[in-house]
C-alpha cells in the first residue's frame, strides 16, 4: 500500500497543484529532493490541455476525480494516481477490473483512515494536507 504524507521517509512525494500549462511547465523544468507530482482537478481541465501535455512530455501527475465518469475519462491519460474523496472500494474495484496502470489513491484527513482503506485493498492514500485540501 502506498502511504503519502504520514512520514517525509516514506514515499517521500511533493504534491504541487498546476492549474494551466506554464504551472506545469514550471514543475517540468525544476529539480527537488523530493519526487514532484503535478496534479489537478480532473473537471478543471475541461480542454484536456493539461492530461495531453502531461501526457505527450512522461511528467507524473494526478488527477482528482468525482464520479466515475470522470474517473474513466482521466485513467485514458495515463496519470500515475487517480485522486478520489469517497468510496474508494467503487473506484478500485473499477482499477482492477479494467487493469489500469494508474493507482487508486484515496484522499485522507489523518492516519486512522489509513487501516480502512488498506483493508479494503485500496492502492494508497494521500493526506489532504499535501494537496492543501481541508480534510
Known amino acids: 500500500m502506498i502511504i503519502i504524507g ?3 521517509l516514506i514515499y517521500p512525494t511533493r ?3 498546476t492549474k494551466d500549462l506554464e504551472s506545469l511547465r514550471t514543475l517540468q523544468a525544476s529539480s527537488s529532493p523530493f519526487e514532484q507530482i503535478a496534479w ?5 481541465d475541461s480542454e484536456f490541455a493539461l492530461c ?3 501526457k505527450v512530455n512522461g511528467i507524473d501527475f494526478a488527477i482528482r476525480v468525482h464520479d466515475v465518469v470522470e474517473f474513466l475519462s482521466g485513467a485514458y491519460f495515463l496519470p500515475r494516481y487517480l485522486l478520489v474523496d469517497s468510496s474508494p472500494k467503487v473506484y478500485q474495484t473499477l482499477a482492477d477490473e ?3 496502470d494508474s493507482k487508486v489513491l484515496c484522499v485522507i484527513g489523518g492516519s486512522s483512515q489509513i ?3 488498506a483493508l479494503q485493498g485500496i492502492d494508497g492514500v494521500v493526506f489532504a494536507h499535501l494537496l492543501q485540501l481541508e480534510s
Open 40 to 44: 489537478f482537478d480532473f473537471h478543471d
Open 98 to 100: 479494467y487493469l489500469l
Open 52 to 54: 495531453s501535455y502531461a
Open 115 to 117: 487501516e480502512e482503506c
Open 15 to 17: 504534491f504541487i497543484y
Open 6 to 8: 504520514l512520514h517525509d
